[in-house]
């Protein structure tokens, strides 16, 4: 059991690591600054890559284990409820995180839609035959 409880506080602090990566990147994305947006999903997978291999072998050492006693137990309890905090904080930071993402998204597909149009229009300019286009364009 005191295996187990060590790698839930590794898991905790992984999950704690994952977090302020969250947390400092959000600060960046909320600027419109995505510049470091790979690296931050790779930092982000490689925690992931971490945390499950720390949960399979919880799950290996736990299907043979027994509390050895009340205050073991405890502490497991314990982890467990940091963990659903992190699990938590971590959703409703992704959740934001990707409500900055889809607005620079949408902020890019309207530039790029204003640009369409202005090519369009400069061309229609251009051409002297395409004076009823200019007209249709505006």
Do not use: W
Not at 10 to 39: A, C, G, P
Not at 43 to 52: D, S
Not at 113 to 136: H, M
Request: glycine share 0%; charged share 35%.
């Amino acid at each position: 059991m005191k295996k187990i409880l060590e790698l839930m506080d590794q898991k905790n602090h992984f999950l704690e690591k994952f977090y302020s990566v969250n947390e400092k990147s959000m600060e960046l994305f909320v600027r419109d600054q995505f510049e470091t947006i790979n690296e931050f999903y790779q930092e982000r997978e490689n925690i992931l890559e971490i945390i499950k291999y720390i949960d399979n072998e919880i799950k290996i050492l736990f299907q043979n284990a027994q509390p050895e006693n009340e205050r073991d137990l405890a502490q497991f309890r314990k982890s467990l409820s940091v963990k659903d905090t992190f699990v938590e904080k971590i959703i409703e930071q992704d959740i934001a995180i990707l409500s900055c993402i889809e607005a620079a998204k949408n902020q890019i597909i309207k530039e790029l839609k204003d640009v369409k149009l202005g090519k369009k229009v400069v061309s229609a300019y251009k051409n002297p035959q395409s004076k009823n286009k200019l007209e249709e364009v505006i």
